[in-house]
């Protein structure tokens, strides 16, 4: 297999592109003044009810990263992207994985964080998370991405354990006309192209990107080969029909990702996804999603997989009364995954058929002028363990129009995954006696993990200039992963492990000029698990994915030196990880935007800036190390 690093083709693309860019205006939301923080706290968001409500009025531990933060931090990838967000947890495993979390259990395969783009979740059904090395949008079509820490399985099911990432991209209209950018570095090459117009009663855009990624080196000095290249290709089309909203997207994608000792990994996919906004009579209003997702992965000498979705979605909002804003619904999905099985593992059976269904209630109920109470309750039947019942209870008050207090009880639980019931190795074992000697029988009783959580939070815009968030929370955690042995030989998955976590999140954002915006956060955490009595758990306790940091925190400055000049920097810390050990770090990272004429910017990059390089996760004697590196970027609209 040929590493990938340096090669030439995307290099040679992307120094075309640097060359060839010209004509339009970097994108207004790169401004300072565009979106000011008493404006941002009027910012509609979704992710909390699924209904519209400003931030200042989400009664949840929700955070912001908004276009402006995209453009000015430099991101070139969805994962960095989410670095943005004081309340996640983010981890670089290598290359093309990450370990992306929220609230603890962080790991490779981390299984409580429902990630959606435009309301498609991007979860697999193979370990309940997120192939991160498959996921990408064109960075600048991003309006915002909506971060919520907590549980949010009334609304959006199980699986929505410990946050959910809701990634949304502006609409088609908003992102009119073309535009083109290159970056290209010591580590990393991306191009993208963009084109939006009018149709009838509406306006579409187009957009292509590519990506190439070198491969990380380990603590040893050895390449990992777990470098990739990826293309990807996509389109939005909205309607405005009469009051009434339509929208289709779809995405294509195929890439290569690198492995020691075989082939290359391949992975492909397309999606397609319908949503129809229809506001009817009495001033109440219903939503359709209806999506198509394909996706393949093709890891020699472990195992291919073929995944096939349908997912309909109905919401019906409506208030009843002056006191009463419910909103009901339900939904349906559908999933036919197909793996063809390596010999050192396997799903057994290899293809199977997936069901979940669902109906929900949620009412926000207005108690008095300034104290409403939401109640709410979801049905989820999943393909392995039945009905699930999941609760929530908030409580939202405003002592004055700058203040929120709110407070939140909750259960949600994570549905077993085809890994908890279905993994079995070797795949085709020896038998003895007539009884076939798995080191992995499944866990054909595995049942849902399953977390209780309290929360109290405050949020304020005390000034213009200055606004923060507060947020105290308790989890408690039953029936987690366990690897039990079992009489016969081998191991199983069973439910023997328990946990607590607890900790404050807190971010606040300043303007103390009009050129010049600072914002931090911090998050303080300690997750604790243990095991039954009963448990022999033979993973070392690895089973319970708790590698966490107890203490992260960053600090970032956005500084317009004129308006054609732009200095931006992000200053962050980890505490450090305990199992396996990685050492703290504090890394800065830093932008310069050049503007070149009304039609152009040229931006120089610097990452990892403070040492020759660090670790984020894994074993001492196999983890990767990120060096510092520099790259430029060129954007232009036309």
Do not use: C
């Not at 990630?115 to 960075?139: C, E």
């Amino acid at each position: 297999m040929q590493p990938i690093r340096k090669q030439p083709v995307l290099r040679h693309a992307i120094a075309a592109s640097l060359l060839l860019l010209s004509g339009g205006a970097l994108a207004d939301d790169q401004d300072l003044p565009s979106l000011s923080l008493e404006q941002l706290s009027d910012v509609v968001v979704t992710s909390v009810s699924r209904q519209e409500e400003r931030l200042a009025n989400a009664a949840a531990s929700i955070y912001i990263i908004s276009a402006t933060d995209l453009a000015r931090s430099g991101v070139l990838t969805l994962p960095e992207a989410l670095r943005l967000a004081p309340n996640l947890q983010v981890a670089r495993v290598d290359a093309r994985n990450y370990a992306i979390t929220a609230r603890g259990f962080n790991s490779a395969f981390q299984n409580k964080l429902l990630v959606l783009i435009d309301g498609r979740s991007v979860y697999t059904p193979l370990f309940s998370g997120v192939f991160w090395d498959a996921q990408d949008v064109l960075i600048s079509d991003i309006e915002r991405i909506e971060v919520i820490s907590g549980p949010g399985a009334t609304i959006y099911g199980a699986n929505a354990v410990n946050g959910v990432i809701n990634i949304i991209t502006k609409s088609s209209k908003d992102s009119q006309g073309g535009l083109a950018a290159a970056a290209g570095g010591d580590e990393l090459r991306t191009a993208g192209m963009r084109y939006g117009g009018r149709i009838r009663n509406g306006h579409y855009r187009m957009y292509a990107k590519a990506i190439e990624v070198d491969d990380t080196f380990n603590a040893a000095g050895a390449d990992t080969n777990t470098g990739f290249r990826r293309q990807q290709a996509g389109f939005r089309a909205d309607w405005d029909l009469g009051g009434d909203g339509l929208r289709i997207s779809g995405d294509a994608y195929q890439g290569r990702l690198g492995q020691t000792g075989t082939r290359d990994i391949r992975v492909s996919g397309a999606n397609l996804t319908t949503a129809l906004d229809k506001r009817l009579d009495g001033g109440s209003d219903l939503h359709v999603g209806l999506i198509f997702d394909h996706t393949e992965r093709n890891q020699p000498g472990a195992f291919s997989e073929r995944l096939d979705t349908v997912d309909l979605a109905l919401q019906h909002n409506v208030r009843l009364g002056e006191n009463h804003r419910l909103s009901w619904g339900g939904g349906y999905r559908n999933a036919s995954d197909r793996v063809d099985n390596g010999p050192a593992f396997g799903f057994l059976p290899g293809d199977v058929r997936l069901h979940w269904a669902n109906l929900f209630a949620q009412d926000e109920i207005t108690l008095s002028p300034g104290l409403k109470a939401t109640v709410g309750l979801k049905l989820e039947r999943n393909h392995y363990t039945g009905l699930e019942h999941l609760p929530n209870l908030r409580l939202a008050w405003t002592p004055g129009a700058r203040h929120l207090v709110w407070g939140s009880l909750a259960r949600s639980v994570r549905a077993p995954s085809r890994i908890d019931r279905d993994l079995y190795a070797p795949t085709q074992p020896p038998v003895l006696g007539g009884v076939p000697q798995f080191a992995i029988a499944g866990g054909p009783d595995f049942v849902s993990e399953v977390v209780k959580v309290a929360e109290l939070g405050y949020r304020s815009q005390m000034t213009d200039t200055f606004s923060y968030s507060l947020t105290a929370f308790r989890g408690d955690y039953d029936k987690l992963r366990t690897f039990e042995p079992r009489p016969q030989g081998g191991s199983v998955f069973r439910n023997l492990g328990k946990g607590a976590n607890k900790g404050v999140e807190a971010w606040w954002r300043w303007q103390p000029a009009a050129r010049w915006r600072l914002s931090g956060g911090a998050v303080f955490q300690d997750v604790d698990v243990s095991f039954r009595p009963e448990s022999r758990d033979a993973s070392a306790g690895s089973a319970l994915a708790n590698n966490d940091a107890r203490r992260q925190w960053f600090l970032r400055s956005y500084f317009d030196l004129s308006d054609a000049h732009k200095v931006d920097f992000s200053l962050r810390y980890n505490s450090g990880l305990p199992n396996p050990a990685v050492p703290a770090y504090t890394e800065l990272d830093a932008q310069w935007t050049w503007n070149l004429g009304p039609n152009l910017d040229l931006a120089l990059i610097g990452k990892n800036l403070l040492h020759s390089s660090h670790a984020e996760f894994g074993s001492a004697q196999g983890r990767n190390l990120y060096e510092r590196s520099a790259m430029l970027k060129l954007v232009s609209r036309f």
